[in-house]
């Protein structure tokens, strides 16, 4: 201030300047605490969002589909189980760490006169205080002397990440979660490398104030959190991809046994599970269209015919695989060669097959006799007479039915012949959307849209009600959908992108028209964002 004496005016201005300068440093400090007081708060609702989405979501997905499939899911539920508990314990054992901290700091959550939320302010002293963080992790308040409370904590992060890298190590679908245990659970540094030479314990709370220790504790419990989410997202992302990938074959082919001399028909070739992937190639026929192949039919005699060829498909690593197929038909007579000829006729009203379970409708005839006095029995089946010459067959078990059909000729001469046909269950029913299984349309009309199923080129008449379904976006795990609505998704769908493709699988139904028949896992819609 001003040289020589000072007058009583001039001290009291150099005393209020001192305490200005004392108040604007209380109130930065007071600042700061508040700014890292929020972030930790912050950090702590994070925490229970991800345990909340971990519990209501990627767990009961996990633990259903162990249920559902326990052949590919019950293991990874148990050892998921296990880690989870492992967890739970070192995120109680922070949270009581940081409860600790608080009492020896005289921290109050609650302010005693207003009975409200205490305001940082209040609690600066304590939030500032580092000498509980100290003697709680050093003995002594020597640095180079941590505690058994130290000690304790260290081997409950060790306890986590030894059972991942022991459990996951060797699986290389769960890589990333073995490295980031590796990375976050540790209470040391990258091949030893401290950044100022101190330990990671003395970097994290030796001197370190209140509002510091409980800040890295909730680092330590997020952490600890969003591996667990990893571990979720990664089982189930693992397994849903193994079990829409295809991993049986079978070469199909869908044409009728017999057909009348001169008509027209052909025969329809596929693989299944069914697919119109570039990389499968059918020979043996004369076209191929959305990954079917078609072939005109001989029809230009009577008697037996045979088609055959190889549906190649080549995989992700370039192999090429094989599945033969063939399928044996007959020319029969038609209506002009049957005024000619005589005997006994059967014929399927709707199918070259019996479906198993169903009313297969069968008309029988003896040319030139009354229709109404022929008889059909089929052991093993259900025979109803439905009218002259016509009954509804309903095949149980096995794998073929013999229809013996009965009757008087024109001549009075009492005839029988036996009709052997093959059975066949349910086919597999076909997930769409707006009547397709393969989609494109933008990311904002997916929650517009209704998942529905059907069975494609079926005679009978079915109906289905849609359930429940399994919603995979790209990079998460997939989401149970209760209902037939992908509405109720517009939440997880908002933030997709051109080029992303979502799939629905799962898909759980409800049959009309299939009496009781179990029905085989319903096909995968896929949809291409635009």
Do not use: C
């Not at 990627?58 to 899911?73: C, G, S």
């Not at 072939?295 to 230009?300: C, K």
């Not at 769409?432 to 080129?457: C, E, H, W, Y």
Request: zero cysteines; glycine letters at 8%.
């Amino acid at each position: 201030m001003a040289k020589g004496k000072q007058t009583p005016r001039q001290k009291m201005i150099n005393l209020m300047y001192l305490v200005f300068i004392a108040m604007m440093a209380l109130n930065i400090d007071v600042e700061i605490i508040r700014s890292y007081y929020d972030s930790t708060t912050a950090l702590n609702e994070t925490r229970f969002l991800t345990e909340q989405k971990n519990e209501d979501i990627f767990e009961k997905t996990l633990e259903a589909k162990a249920q559902q499939v326990p052949d590919t899911y019950a293991q990874p539920w148990e050892q998921y189980k296990v880690m989870r508990d492992k967890i739970n314990v070192l995120v109680a054992s922070a949270e009581q760490i940081k409860t600790t901290l608080k009492k020896q700091s005289e921290f109050k959550d609650i302010d005693p006169k207003t009975g409200k939320k205490a305001e940082v302010s209040e609690n600066f002293a304590a939030l500032n205080n580092n000498e509980a963080t100290t003697a709680y992790f050093f003995n002594d308040g020597d640095e180079t002397k941590v505690s058994k409370n130290a000690d304790e904590l260290k081997r409950k992060m060790d306890d986590v990440r030894a059972y991942i890298v022991n459990t996951f190590g060797a699986n290389p679908q769960l890589l990333k979660l073995v490295e980031r245990a590796n990375k976050s659970l540790i209470t040391g540094y990258a091949n030893g490398k401290s950044p100022n030479g101190k330990t990671w314990f003395q970097n994290k709370f030796y001197n370190q104030p209140l509002i510091a220790a409980i800040s890295n504790l909730g680092i330590i419990q997020n952490d600890a959190r969003n591996i667990q989410s990893d571990a979720l997202a990664l089982m189930l992302q693992e397994k849903v991809d193994a079990s829409i990938k295809f991993n049986q074959y079978e070469a199909i082919v869908s044409a009728p046994s017999d057909i009348q001399s001169g008509k027209q028909a052909e025969a329809v070739v596929m693989l299944g599970t069914y697919s119109n992937s570039n990389k499968i190639a059918i020979s043996g026929v004369s076209r191929t269209e959305n990954g079917k192949g078609y072939l005109p039919l001989n029809t230009g005699g009577l008697g037996e015919r045979t088609i055959s060829g190889n549906i190649t498909l080549t995989d992700a690593t370039g192999k090429a695989q094989q599945f033969p197929f063939t399928h044996t038909y007959n020319v029969i007579a038609g209506p002009q060669q049957v005024k000619l000829e005589k005997g006994l006729l059967l014929s399927a009203d709707k199918m070259n097959v019996m479906y198993r379970g169903l009313e297969n409708p069968v008309t029988g005839s003896i040319l030139g006799a009354d229709n109404a006095k022929l008889s059909l029995s089929a052991p093993g089946a259900v025979v109803k007479n439905t009218g002259k010459g016509k009954w509804n067959v309903i095949p149980t078990t096995g794998t073929t039915v013999k229809l013996t059909l009965s009757g008087t000729d024109p001549t009075g001469k009492t005839v029988s012949e036996v009709f052997e046909y093959r059975i066949k269950g349910i086919p597999k029913p076909q997930g769409q959307i707006r009547g397709k299984s393969v989609n494109f349309m933008p990311a904002s009309s997916i929650g517009n849209q209704i998942v529905t199923a059907a069975l494609p080129d079926f005679d009978f008449p079915v109906s289905f009600t849609v359930n429940s379904f399994i919603l995979k976006l790209p990079g998460r795990a997939g989401t149970m959908i209760q209902g037939n609505s992908l509405s109720s998704a517009e939440g997880l769908i908002k933030n997709l992108r051109p080029g992303d493709v979502v799939q629905i699988y799962d898909i759980k139904v409800t049959a009309t028209g299939l009496g009781n028949q179990m029905l085989k896992e319903l096909s995968p819609v896929t949809i291409n964002v635009q």
